[in-house]
């Protein structure tokens, strides 16, 4: 993607929107998250609907309500929480579908509305959002600030030469499910011993309720507190995405897409990692249960 063809604008953001790719992996040595798309697999479906290999970068927007204008025709496609989309000259707007690909003429505009259910949408537009990439990558990173800045109003992103690649070979998609309330397996440790033996069995016992606190760092729980067994902290040490990290206060905080190293909490078990999409779509308010598997 050395060469654009166009560009969008961002007219109006929404509450929070960001360029995401599939992230920078290999770097959490230095202590540098791995970023990328909060629902990775909502993300390659856009690129492929779109004829995009499925890294390209893309936008995820977070509780939708943006408005984007295009100065040349592009194929786009919009999946993930399920809203809204309508395509316009700034005057009058038509109803457009989700997981298909959709023309936008130049000079159009797209609106995403609010998702009825789920909380993170994404629009892949043919060739890419061709942003300069940051040790390796397109995709903001929230916590350390790799990448580009979150979309503001009068935002100008490069849409990337789309000559290379292959022709879009899909009509439409069925949209995935996005559960009211999601049952997380979780696999136990690396630190479950420092917590009382009946933690586990307290953590899959009801269900969580999402605090408005969660960010794409992590998603904040309330419900049973966790009783630990030993007292302390530990050495910060590396940990992935879905870990469920547990501060003193009991409550657990499920790692996402941009999240550090421990602070020293331990981590009492995993979510799996086909279930973190579902981890990536809870709003604040919804209930999330948890099952052990070993």
């Known amino acids: 993607m050395d060469e654009i063809r166009g560009v969008l604008e961002v007219v109006v953001p929404g509450p929070y929107a960001t360029v995401q790719d599939l992230g920078r992996p290999g770097y959490a040595h230095l202590g540098v998250p791995r970023s990328g798309a909060a629902d990775g697999p909502a993300l ?116 990337g030469r789309d000559g290379p690649l292959g022709p879009i070979a899909v009509d439409q998609v069925p949209p995935r499910p996005v559960p009211a309330e999601p049952v997380l397996r979780v696999l136990p440790g690396p630190r479950d011993d420092w917590f009382a033996p009946d933690a586990l069995a307290a953590l899959c016992a009801g269900p969580y309720t999402v605090s408005p606190d969660s960010n794409r760092v992590g998603v904040r729980l309330r419900g049973a507190a966790l009783r630990r067994a030993r007292d302390g902290e530990l050495p910060s040490e590396g940990m992935v995405g879905g870990a469920i990290q547990v501060p003193p206060d009991g409550l657990p905080i499920v790692f996402l897409a941009d999240h550090p190293p421990t602070g020293g909490y331990p981590v009492i078990g995993v979510v799996a990692s086909a279930d973190l999409p579902a981890v990536a779509q809870l709003r604040p308010g919804d209930r999330v249960r948890f099952t052990l598997v070993r």
């Open 44 to 159: 390659r479906l856009a690129n492929r609907l779109v004829g995009n290999p499925e890294g390209h970068a893309g936008i995820e927007f977070t509780f939708g309500g943006a408005v984007l204008r295009f100065s040349c025709g592009a194929w786009i496609a919009v999946t993930g929480a399920p809203c809204p989309v309508e395509v316009g000259d700034g005057g009058r707007w038509r109803p457009a579908g989700m997981y298909a690909p959709l023309w936008v003429p130049a000079g159009h505009h797209v609106r995403i509305g609010m998702p009825w259910r789920g909380l993170r949408t994404y629009l892949a537009v043919r060739g890419g959002i061709a942003v300069e990439p940051v040790l390796g990558s397109r995709a903001s990173d929230s916590l350390s600030g790799l990448g580009p800045a979150p979309l503001a109003a009068g935002s100008v992103l490069p849409i």
